[in-house]
């Protein structure tokens, strides 16, 4: 069983459409994270969640939803997407409170919104 | 000004041969983070080596290697006898902060790495 599994790893949706991702980590973490990578862009941090607190929301508009029922899964839910929100979304646990805090992440999804 | 600077966009080696991967950070905060990732086209953010600021030694994973010149802030990633499967996107992020409550990793632009057989 790999660290963090993401499903599906592709997506094609319309922009009146609803999907979710899927993300769970097998590592014993306390907190997940949701990532945004576009082409050419540095990847930008969406959500934290800290012991199913979200602790983050980076801006991030409302057409993302997140939720995280407990501390080894999280979701995102996606509604009335855009064109430019076609990227690769990817999620990573960390143990916080101690130690390097290292981010593990999952292969990611690949979203295409036409 | 940039936080984490990768001034290589792409760089080639032969298979077998070692190479370096650049990477230079900003950051006024005596206690940080750096790590190295390598992403492969099938997208998977892969964790490669972690240095904290306080540590005395370079960090070593098997044939990765962190060359971490604190004066000049620079922590380049050393990839020993490389290998065809080492072809991949590098990139080099900071965490500001120990590594308690401090999460946030800002990411640089990457490296692209070929390895030609």
């Known amino acids: 069983e790999t660290g963090v599994t993401q499903t599906p790893r592709h997506l094609v949706m319309g922009m009146t459409n609803k999907k979710s991702l899927k993300c769970e980590q097998h590592l014993g973490h306390n907190a997940m994270y949701w990532y945004k990578q576009s082409a050419k862009k540095p990847l930008e941090l969406m959500f934290v969640?800290?012991?199913?607190?979200?602790?983050e929301n980076n801006s991030v508009p409302s057409r993302f939803s997140p939720e995280c029922p407990n501390s080894s899964h999280l979701f995102l839910h996606l509604h009335t997407l855009q064109p430019e929100d076609s990227a690769l979304y990817l999620c990573a646990s960390s143990q916080q409170g101690m130690g390097k805090n290292i981010q593990y992440f999952g292969a990611g999804t690949r979203l295409s919104v036409l | 000004a940039q936080k984490i600077t990768q001034t290589q966009p792409g760089m080639f080696v032969q298979e077998k041969e070692a190479v370096t991967l650049d990477c230079t950070y900003d950051t006024s905060d005596p206690s940080y983070g750096l790590f190295w990732y390598k992403q492969p086209s099938s997208g998977e953010m892969i964790f490669l080596i972690y240095q904290g600021s306080y540590d005395q030694q370079n960090a070593t994973e098997g044939r990765y290697s962190l060359n971490f010149q604190k004066a000049r802030k620079s922590a380049n990633l050393v990839i020993s006898a490389s290998q065809l499967g080492d072809s991949a996107m590098y990139f080099c992020?900071?965490?500001?902060?120990?590594?308690?409550?401090?999460?946030?990793?800002?990411f640089g632009k990457g490296t692209l790495l070929t390895v030609n057989p």
């Open positions: 992020a900071m965490r500001e902060g120990g590594g308690g409550s401090n999460y946030k990793l800002t």
């Open positions: 969640y800290n012991f199913k607190e979200q602790t």
